[in-house]
């Protein structure tokens, strides 16, 4: 066998942690492992070796187990939207990790989730439904721990803003219902359509999450967005007086 | 017995390290065990990644530290020493170190006094094809290679460099057996260890996953080890995944697992600490009791360590 070249261990490296990250790949090493490890610039030596860990159980294991650690942070943080995502989730999981690399960090892989998922909905894939879950997961999280949550939009200097405990999410179910089918893995498509609006708010006694009026919830988004010019004074004035809103 | 060694950045006598005892790797189950529970711990290891958050290379400032977490570290370095276990160092990847991560390791290493510092013999860091680095997503093994020697060697000699305190290495669990290595295992680590002057953090529970997954003996793996570089071992359950016995950390040790703790235990002349590991999402089955219970054994066993 010839010794390995310093320049192939980086592409040694590159093809294994792809394996492990792709069963795709794995079995594409067992059907057609010429043009498989093409684009990889390897010694004899470790081409040989990256087929033989390739028809080892151990590789399954390892391939299950990147899935797990990828996983694990999407359903600690976004397990309502997983839900949501239904018979779909396997298919976007597998596209997401294909487009997107890991990351160590919950928050970051959290993060690229979202920005995948946002991307799916702008371009038709996915219903608009799996974007307003994944808003009033983004807004718990903020309030619970500030982990993996949204932060509020920028407001400029002097305009009117929510207050920054709380959140206001748009929603085309009846949120209640949608929560129960969600817990209850219902299906989702059960649910009759309208325009509602949650508030997510801390308190003394923890987080809060209520159903609000479109005549409160519409005025609130607005201006969570930085759009508080839009809201009629009197309307401002009344927000203002509970304190939700802050002049 | 003194096992002293000279690498670049300095000497540390491995056998000078304070004796620690028994101690438990953090995770947030853990607060109110550590206060109600005083006696049954004397140290604790943290892993410092878990208690920020990371805004990538280049960010400024790269680093949020959570304050909840800061909390509970603050109060238990003000009690008790503290170890650094480090999981993104990438010791066997071709990456460049990440040397914001090393300086804020270096930072923290001043503000929390840590015993030692430690990381895997694995790789976490990748460079795509695009040359962009990324996680690997799992911690993955290298074979044992003179090549690999010399890399993991060189980057543990600039951690070294960087940080003013001992570093251990900790073999690996590893679920694929490449072919055609050069060394073994356990000649790779002695190797490691005497060039670069690192000790070994010795997860017995991986030795005895790897033993049970690739079908050696354990007891003969770790009698091949150098025992002086033996300062910290860790202990943990695993769990079975389709025959595959997994480091998941899930409650109690299996027996087999403790054996080999005592027959090294008995036989490493510094060891300085044995450290026991369970994920936060087993303790509502572990338990205060069952969580007294393994550090209770680990403690027989760090009763009965060699001298």
């Known amino acids: ?247 | 017995m003194a096992v002293e060694s000279q690498p670049r950045g300095g000497t540390h006598d491995l056998g000078a390290l304070p004796e620690l005892g028994v101690g438990v790797l953090y995770n947030v189950a853990l607060p109110g065990f550590l206060r109600s529970n005083p006696a049954a711990w004397d140290y604790v290891e943290v892993i410092p990644d878990m208690f920020w958050r990371d805004r990538g290379p280049g960010q400024e400032p790269r680093y949020d530290e959570l304050d909840t977490w800061m909390t509970e570290l603050e109060w238990i370095a003000s009690h008790r020493p503290v170890i650094a276990h480090n999981i993104g160092l990438s010791l066997a990847g071709t990456t460049p170190l990440d040397e914001q991560y090393v300086a804020k390791l270096v930072e923290w290493h001043a503000r929390f006094d840590f015993r030692w510092h430690s990381d895997h013999l694995s790789f976490v860091d990748v460079a795509s094809a695009h040359g962009l680095d990324h996680n690997t997503g799992l911690a993955v093994p290298m074979p044992y290679d003179q090549e690999v020697l010399d890399l993991v060697a060189g980057r543990i000699e600039r951690v070294r460099q960087a940080i003013p305190a001992a570093f251990l290495i900790e073999n690996n669990v590893s679920f694929i057996d490449f072919p055609d290595q050069e060394m073994s295992e356990p000649e790779f680590l002695n190797q490691l260890a005497a060039r670069t002057g690192c000790g070994l953090l010795l997860d017995v529970h991986n030795v005895y996953a790897n033993s049970r997954n690739h079908g050696f003996d354990a007891q003969a793996f770790v009698d091949a080890l150098e025992f002086d570089r033996v300062i910290e071992i860790h202990i943990a359950g695993g769990t079975e995944l389709d025959g595959m016995w997994l480091d998941s950390h899930a409650g109690a040790c299996p027996e087999p697992v403790l054996e080999l703790l005592d027959h090294v235990a008995e036989r490493a002349p510094n060891l300085r600490a044995i450290t026991f590991e369970f994920h936060e999402s087993y303790f509502p089955v572990l338990r205060e009791d069952g969580l007294r219970e393994q550090l209770e054994r680990a403690r027989a066993a760090w009763t009965r360590r060699a001298r």
């Open chain 1, 1 to 247: 066998m010839d010794a390995p070249r310093p320049v192939t261990l980086a592409a040694f490296q590159r093809a294994l942690s792809d394996l492990v990250a792709s069963p795709v790949l794995v079995r594409r090493v067992w059907d057609e492992p010429d043009s498989a490890l093409a684009g990889y610039e390897l010694s004899a030596r470790e081409r040989a070796r990256l087929e033989a860990v390739a028809h080892q159980p151990g590789m399954e294991t390892s391939c299950a187990l990147y899935r797990m650690n990828r996983v694990t942070p999407l359903y600690t943080y976004l397990r309502l939207t997983c839900q949501a995502l239904e018979g779909s989730l396997r298919e976007e999981l597998d596209h997401f990790w294909e487009l997107q690399p890991a990351h160590a960090q919950f928050e970051r892989e959290v993060r690229h989730f979202e920005t995948y998922l946002r991307s799916r909905v702008r371009a038709g894939a996915l219903p608009a439904l799996i974007e307003e879950v994944l808003d009033l997961e983004l807004a718990v999280n903020a309030l619970r721990d500030g982990h993996a949550g949204s932060e509020p939009s920028p407001v400029a200097d002097g305009a009117l803003s929510l207050r920054e405990d709380a959140r206001v999410v748009r929603i085309s179910r009846e949120p209640l219902a949608l929560l129960s089918a969600l817990d209850a893995e219902r299906p989702l498509d059960e649910l009759a359509v309208g325009e509602h609006y949650v508030l997510v708010m801390s308190g003394d006694d923890g987080l809060e999450v209520l159903p609000i009026a479109d005549e409160l919830g519409e005025p609130l988004l607005a201006i969570a967005r930085g759009d508080g010019d839009s809201v009629p004074a009197e309307t401002v004035e009344l927000l203002v007086e509970t304190g939700l809103v802050v002049d």
